[in-house]
């Protein structure tokens, strides 16, 4: 059932309806392209899968494309998992300079807020024309979303991080801490590091995501905090890190299962500014097709515009150039 829902109940989307660029496509005119996906949406029970694209404007580069951290810092690597669980002199000096480059661009994080494209994916879900939404992105903006907009619990309920968190550490044996008290402890021990991150703070120089540090770097020592509960425990050797699916790492079962019922449930598959890139996201679309439910797939992306896949219908144009107009239309028509 579709809810009763207003626009002004999410705060600042009003304002960002009028703030969108339109960008045209040369296949299909913005308005044409709003009025595609307000007939896609209406009679709801539609799953959102969302990646990188929809935070253009918050200056978060993906990997991929030719504004990627790929493309633009040529030795970027990611960490991979194994590296970092690595308990050799190798794997320490991963770790520190994992945690090292995690701390300084944390705050970066932390403050970022929701574009017009989070804020109108949380009025669809709250209006019930979107039942749930998974996201590949690790960064809670679609949590941060609902939350400022005090949708109720089943919505934030019905998110699913498929790789996790960064707001959220772990460490080897289950232990978890809230990832600003862990900022603030890695702060409490690494004071020379804590004074240059608030020098950068002052001066608005923080790097920005996926920044790598500098070979000549300050010189300071970087020392990694121990798990608390585990040192109580006599555990000396826990490994800490982001809540997150680093690269060579399996996406827990349970979040697997969630992802497939919530496919098998609904009758539509919407695809926002993501790139079906890594396996089970891409089996996720898969098995949409299989089940012979529609998909639309907006904001494609470079690595699936050319997609010879004749089955998912593909809109070129930014989601932030659309979504807020299709709320729009679609409240605006359903309080009729």
């Known amino acids: 059932m579709l809810a009763k829902f207003s626009i002004s109940r999410v705060p600042h989307l009003a304002e960002e309806l009028t703030k969108s660029t339109v ?29 990188a694209g929809v935070n253009v404007g918050l200056d978060t580069h993906g990997r991929r494309g030719s504004d990627g951290l790929y493309t633009m810092i040529p030795n970027f690597k990611s960490m991979l998992y194994r590296d970092l669980i690595d308990e050799s002199p190798r794997g320490r000096r991963i770790r520190k300079k994992y945690w090292l480059q995690s701390y300084l661009s944390y705050p970066f994080y932390r403050d970022a807020q929701p574009n017009a494209t989070h804020l109108a994916l ?23 979303a609902a939350l400022s907009g005090n949708a109720p619990s089943s919505v934030v309920d019905n998110i699913i991080q498929l790789h996790g968190t960064l707001h959220s550490v772990r460490c080897a044996f289950g232990h978890s801490v809230d990832r600003q008290t862990f900022q603030d402890r890695i702060s409490i021990v690494n004071t020379e590091w804590a004074a240059h991150l608030g020098r950068m703070e002052r001066a608005g120089l923080l790097p ?61 598959l919407l695809i926002v500014g993501a790139s079906p890139m890594t396996p089970f996201a891409r089996g996720l679309l898969n098995e949409a097709l299989s089940l012979r439910k529609p998909v639309l797939m907006v904001d494609v992306g470079p690595e699936n ?32």
């Open 208 to 268: 920005r995501p996926g920044m790598m540090l500098s070979k000549t770097s300050l010189g300071y020592d970087f020392i990694v905090p121990k798990c608390p509960t585990c040192l109580e425990e006599d555990r000396m050797r826990s490994i800490q890190m982001t809540d997150v699916v680093h690269f060579g790492d399996s996406i827990p079962e349970t979040i697997k299962k969630q992802s497939l019922k919530a496919i098998e449930d609904a009758e539509r």
């Open 23 to 51: 960008t045209t496509s040369n296949s299909i005119r913005v308005e044409d392209a709003v009025n595609r996906i307000v007939a896609f949406l209406q009679t709801g029970n539609v799953v959102a899968l969302t990646g």
């Open 305 to 336: 515009a050319d997609s010879q896949d004749a089955k998912v219908e593909k809109i070129e144009i930014p989601s932030r150039s659309l979504l807020p107009s299709v709320v729009e239309q679609l409240l605006s028509t359903h309080k009729h």
């Open 122 to 144: 949380t009025a669809l879900q709250h209006s019930g024309h979107i039942s749930k939404l998974i996201t590949q992105n690790v960064d809670g903006l679609h949590l941060k």
